[in-house]
């Protein structure tokens, strides 16, 4: 196993969909020992503490339908700067969320660093909404389309004018909940996407095997995995904001974690959507580090 210097950044941010308690994500994860479980595996654990996110009450503007625009894009400014400087250093950049439209910054911030970035989703949900299809207005339904360069300007543009990854470059993993706008641009832009189907008809084994090869035949020179806690089944993970039955088991997850641990190939990771005020005892949050620890190297013998 890799021993990496890996820098902890928590996002707050939770104006990026309606249900308040997601900004508590970072401090919940924290709690639940995040630090102390990787530095137990040998890596150097620096925690850069907090994006300062605005306090602001939910806005809206007559002008667009989507929700606090202006706030969640300096949020994610704030967040890709930061994300900039860590990979510039060296260091694994490893954001806590915080809902899931932080990951605009992350990988704003990721992308600067590679000329052909791939992208693990692994979440129920597309993301890849724009204001056109929304059928809510919250942003973090839209943060792969944003990274596609599809979206408002004030969003695309974050860390630079343009696409900061190819949609060719990104596996979405545990998908059953799909918009129609959704389903109608990943076939437009061929997105690889492994449904509950999948998962279910072929195994987390064959999935994973096939999803890190489709990325390796892709030339990718880094890999981001972005990971919503709503990704699993809300038996596993109950505190999350939007979570949607028949998802992806606990010892699945363990099992894509550290298959994508062997790979090799990962060089950034966000655990996103922790809502401690839904939870119970703070278990999604434990299921989230536990996760890490699968990613980062930790086995049972």
Do not use: C
Not at 7 to 15: A, E, K, Q, T
Not at 112 to 129: E, F, M, R, S
Not at 230 to 244: C, E, K, N, Q, R
């Amino acid at each position: 196993m890799e021993r990496r210097n890996i820098s902890i950044i928590g996002v707050p941010m939770d104006l990026g969909q309606m249900r308040r308690g997601v900004d508590m994500g970072p401090s919940a994860i924290r709690y639940a020992g995040v630090m102390e479980r990787l530095q137990d595996l040998g890596h150097t654990i620096t925690d850069m503490g907090d994006i300062h996110i605005s306090r602001a009450e939910q806005q809206s503007s007559a002008e667009t339908n989507l929700r606090n625009l202006q706030a969640v894009a300096d949020g994610n400014s704030r967040l890709a700067e930061e994300v900039d400087r860590i990979v510039a250093k060296g260091d694994f950049p490893l954001v806590l969320g915080g809902d899931h439209s932080i990951a605009i910054g992350s990988l704003a911030g990721v992308s600067k660093h590679y000329k052909q970035l791939g992208v693990i989703w692994y979440d129920a949900h597309g993301d890849l909404n724009s204001e056109e299809t929304s059928p809510s207005g919250n942003i973090h339904g839209m943060p792969l389309a944003v990274s596609i360069g599809l979206g408002h300007e004030l969003l695309t543009s974050i860390g630079g004018n343009g696409p900061k990854i190819h949609a060719e470059n990104i596996v979405i993993i545990g998908a059953r909940s799909l918009d129609d706008g959704e389903k109608q641009l990943i076939k437009e832009r061929g997105i690889q996407v492994y449904t509950m189907h999948e998962i279910d008809r072929l195994g987390m084994t064959a999935v994973m095997n096939d999803a890190i090869q489709y990325l390796r035949n892709r030339n990718v020179d880094g890999v981001h995995l972005s990971l919503d806690l709503d990704g699993l089944d809300p038996l596993d993970a109950p505190g999350v904001g939007t979570p949607v039955n028949g998802g992806i088991s606990y010892r699945e997850s363990h099992l894509a974690m550290e298959m994508l641990e062997e790979s090799n190939l990962l060089t950034s990771a966000e655990f996103v959507e922790v809502n401690p005020i839904l939870d119970e005892r703070n278990k999604t949050a434990a299921v989230a580090v536990a996760l890490m620890g699968s990613l980062f190297g930790e086995k049972l013998l």
